[in-house]
Structure formats: structure tokens, C-alpha cells
């Protein structure tokens, strides 16, 4: 069903809220994890986000306790990308082209009118791809 999860991050502890349903998406459905992070920084800054990714795939796969593995039908893979770009338009581009089945991300989940002057990469992803897209709203890990 799902093969490939897309999960872009952008170095926020927002992004990261969606990192336990990846990691049991992946442990359950055997799907795996392609996190992505979007600069816009430059070549300069890309050692920094290539070490933040790595530490993101590493903390998503030690994190498993003896009893969630015990939950576990499949290994959790994942892997990292870096690009830049316009973090909307990288997002749309990257799951078109890797054939991605899901795209997993986490929203500000704002509202009327600070919605609409801020804007949203996440509401712009999920209007703008035929992909599924499973949205974590700030605040949803801590219920």
C-alpha cells in the first residue's frame, strides 16, 4: 500500500512532532522513511543540514523499546535527502519524481486571519498534490 513516506523537515521541533507516526508507519506497514529537509541557505550550509538529517534518521530508528518492537511487523528504514529551494514547490517536486506514496508533515494548524497572511507549506502541499498527505497539527504529540 504505502511504499514510500516522504517526511520534509526544515529543522523545527514542529517539523519532528511527526516523528512517532513515521516510525510506527514504517515499523507497521513496512514503508519507508525519506526525510527531507529544504534549505534555502546555500552550499555553505549544507554539512549543517546534512548532520541534522542523519541525526533525524538516527533518532527515529533509536528509539525503539523492547516492547515497541514487539509491535513491529517490519524494519523501520530510512533515508535522508537534502535540497533547496522553495520549501512548497521542492516538496510537490521531490514526491512527484521519487514516486512517493505518502507525504507525512506537521501544520501550525492556524486559522483565520493569521492563516492567511502567513500562508502554509502545508496547505499548499496538501491542495496541491494527488499524493495522500497525513498532517500532524502543533500540539497533537502531547495528547
Known amino acids: 500500500m504505502y511504499k514510500?513516506?516522504?517526511?520534509?523537515?526544515?529543522?523545527?521541533?514542529?517539523?519532528?512532532?511527526?516523528?512517532?507516526?513515521?516510525?510506527?508507519?514504517s515499523g507497521l506497514l513496512g514503508t519507508e522513511i525519506i526525510l527531507l529537509h529544504i534549505s534555502n541557505l546555500g552550499k555553505d550550509f549544507q554539512p549543517m543540514s546534512h548532520a541534522y538529517v542523519e541525526h533525524a534518521a538516527e533518532h527515529i530508528k533509536g528509539r525503539e523499546t523492547s516492547e515497541w518492537k514487539a509491535l513491529l511487523t517490519k524494519p523501520i528504514s530510512v533515508n535522508s535527502d537534502l535540497v533547496s529551494g522553495y520549501p512548497p514547490d521542492e516538496i510537490?517536486?521531490?514526491?512527484?519524481?521519487?514516486?512517493?506514496?505518502?507525504?507525512?508533515?506537521?501544520?501550525?494548524?492556524?486559522?483565520?486571519?493569521?492563516?492567511?497572511?502567513?500562508?502554509?507549506?502545508?496547505?499548499?502541499?496538501?491542495?496541491?498534490?494527488?499524493?495522500?498527505?497525513?498532517?500532524?497539527?502543533?500540539?497533537a504529540a502531547d495528547k
Open 92 to 139: 510537490l517536486r521531490y514526491a512527484e519524481e521519487k514516486k512517493v506514496d505518502l507525504i507525512l508533515m506537521a501544520s501550525h494548524g492556524r486559522s483565520g486571519l493569521s492563516h492567511l497572511t502567513i500562508g502554509s507549506v502545508a496547505e499548499r502541499v496538501l491542495l496541491e498534490t494527488n499524493i495522500p498527505v497525513f498532517m500532524i497539527t502543533h500540539g
Open 4 to 25: 514510500r513516506m516522504l517526511v520534509p523537515l526544515d529543522g523545527s521541533k514542529l517539523a519532528e512532532v511527526v516523528f512517532p507516526y513515521a516510525r510506527e508507519l
